[in-house]
């Protein structure tokens, strides 16, 4: 159930106010009808500043303006609810019984809330010279309270993770975004560049995680720590291969160490690696497009800065048990000496999963993501069809696009591609016709 009233006003054109308030209830929260609503609000101002007389003079500036924005938005998740939820699993039997089962699918949580975002936002729209110049500089600040995931829980509840609200974050960022017509007439070239920088971290976490459990992040289960990103990157600290016999080796008590168990036992948040976001902090795109006499030629180059990504490695564990392999096995340890051109371990011929663990935890398979890429062109040519009466035709395009061209550089020399570990970012080509009437 959801309410919700607006309201505008503007005076003389320039100065302009607005607020909105909402309020949403749902089912899927609290279990006392005061707890399943959450108020939501909003309220912003503007100025025209080119509509000033100290503007109106001004021969390059069409357009400028200012505006202020506060208030807070409300999420929902689908697998989150106050009560808990079964399925029937009808193709799928029980191994003992044979016979459907009743499997739990969510945790009774009398105490779930509706995750809110507080959000300040301050700009300035602008055109210059005759709209050859135009654009947006803003800057953002996001306030995420009591936010809603997929996080570990203690398997003694029958669970092993649960969407529950574990934490907020507070997320500060500028965007840029500048538009310009580079020549008219004839030939027409227009550039459009997006550069957006972003830093987030956690303000409050509701339980503290182990150094495991930073350890073992997954894009799809986060663990926050108080002071860092949402999405961070740790590992153990990784010391290279043992000379001896190509063992991983770690750093114990501030020495090289192969003594597995003990770095586990003695790994907390504070003395594991932290390398950085999981997600880009720097991240934007630059489109060219050209047109002449019907033809049009676009170009758009996209990047993405200053994260890490951790990339699958040789699992001994899976490859002794006669599971499939993996490319870094052509690169691995053989004899003394290789420990100085590879960080891939030897085979160590048996299954050890502390030794093979503690490297695939290392900072061995820990890569810088930043990219650029090459990620679409298109080709077009339109028929000024206005003219002709033939189908009664406005316009008539066709096309070609291609998107994924190809990454033109990247600061991993491993990674074929940062983004698409576990599957192929495939290229893709359409051809179209386009046509109003």
């Known amino acids: 159930m959801s309410g919700f009233a607006n309201l505008g006003y503007s005076y003389k054109d320039k100065y302009l106010i607005n607020g909105s308030f909402r309020r949403d209830a749902s089912n899927l929260f609290g279990v006392n009808t005061n707890q399943k609503s959450v108020p939501l609000w909003s309220a912003g101002m503007g100025w025209i500043l080119s509509e000033e007389n100290f503007m109106a003079s001004s021969q390059w500036v069409d ?19 106050a009560v808990s939820t079964a399925r029937r699993f009808v193709a799928a039997q029980n191994l003992i019984t044979r016979l ?16 809110r975002i507080k959000i300040i936002n301050a700009g300035l729209d602008f055109e210059f010279l005759a709209s050859r110049v135009s654009g947006s500089v803003e800057y953002y600040q996001k306030k995420g309270l009591d936010l809603l995931g997929n996080i570990p829980i203690f398997i003694s509840s029958g669970f092993t993770s649960a969407t529950l609200n574990y934490a907020s974050t507070l997320t500060k960022g500028w965007d840029l975004v500048l538009n310009t017509v580079n020549s008219k007439g004839a030939f027409q070239w227009e550039t ?3 550069h957006s920088i972003l830093k987030d971290q956690v303000i409050e976490v509701e339980n503290l995680p182990t150094a495991n459990q930073l350890i073992n992040y997954t894009p799809a289960l986060p663990t926050p ?3 860092r990103p949402l999405f961070s990157i740790y590992s153990f600290e990784f010391a290279g291969l043992d000379p001896n016999d190509g063992a991983p080796l770690g750093i114990l008590d501030g020495e090289p160490s192969r003594e597995y168990a003990a770095i586990y036992a003695e790994a907390t ?4 690696q932290f390398h950085g976001a999981g997600r880009p902090t720097h991240f934007g795109s630059f489109r060219n497009t050209l047109g002449y006499k019907g033809f049009s030629l676009s170009a758009n180059i996209t990047y993405r800065l200053g994260y890490f990504v951790k990339r699958a490695g040789v699992d001994y564990v899976d490859i002794n048990r006669g599971g499939f392999g993996h ?9 003394p000496g290789d420990e100085r051109t590879t960080d891939v371990p030897a085979d160590p011929g048996t299954v050890n999963p502390l030794m093979n663990g503690f490297y695939l935890s290392s900072g061995a398979l820990v890569e810088k993501g930043d990219h650029i890429r090459f990620q679409d062109i298109r080709l077009a040519y339109s028929w000024n069809a206005q003219k002709s009466s033939l189908l009664g035709l406005n316009g008539l395009e ?10 033109l550089w990247k600061a991993s020399k491993v990674l074929p591609d940062p983004d698409f570990q576990t599957v192929q970012n495939l290229r893709s080509i359409a051809v179209g016709l386009r046509a109003s009437f």
């Open 63 to 81: 357009f400028a303006k200012l505006r202020l924005s506060y208030g807070f938005n409300g999420n929902t998740n689908p697998n989150a609810t």
């Open 100 to 115: 459907p089962f009743l499997g739990v699918e969510t945790p009774p949580n009398p105490e779930l809330r509706w995750e």
């Open 192 to 194: 459009n560049f997006f």
């Open 225 to 227: 720590a108080v002071g």
């Open 269 to 272: 948040p504070e003395n594991i």
């Open 327 to 335: 490319a870094d096995y052509e690169r691995r340890w053989k004899q």
């Open 398 to 407: 066709t096309y070609l696009y291609i998107n994924n061209l190809g990454i």
